[in-house]
């Protein structure tokens, strides 16, 4: 339901909220939460004491290992990419949690709006019904 004041913003961000349709959307899906695992991280840790750490004291490293693992800048921009993917994950879960409690909330509100509605209704035939009755007795 899209109406004329809509910005580009918010139609972007319903359409980030969309499930994925394709098999590939859903493999992607995945790609924050395994960047962020802690597997990931330790794996990248370990890595970057083996390509960074040991050359500094003296231990020779393999140019074929350097080439395959990288060198620091390669290991860092990883780790940095690993803490993006974390935050990512967190905030989507963040925003899912706030916008599943504005929707409890906003249930509430219609059904305390509901029963005031029904009281105010209540309310008013009391009153016409006592304003007929006495413009009976008058």
């Not at 800048?73 to 967190?90: E, M």
Request: aromatic residues 6%; neutral net charge; charged residues 20%.
């Amino acid at each position: 339901m899209s109406t004329s004041t809509d910005s580009p913003s918010d139609n972007q961000a319903a359409a980030a909220q969309i499930a994925p349709q394709t098999r590939l959307d859903k493999i992607l899906g995945f790609v924050p939460r395994g960047l962020s695992s802690h597997v990931h991280i330790i794996f990248l840790a370990v890595l970057g004491i083996f390509l960074v750490l040991l050359p500094l004291f003296g231990v020779n490293v393999s140019a074929k290992a350097e080439l395959i693992g990288g060198n620091y800048t390669n290991v860092t921009s990883d780790l940095g990419a690993c803490i993006a993917a974390g935050l990512t994950v967190h905030l989507v879960r963040r925003e899912r949690h706030r916008r599943e409690e504005l929707e409890r909330w906003f249930h509430e509100v219609h059904r305390r709006h509901d029963e005031l509605q029904a009281a105010v209704d209540r309310a008013a035939g009391a009153a016409e019904r006592a304003e007929a009755a006495a413009n009976r007795a008058v």
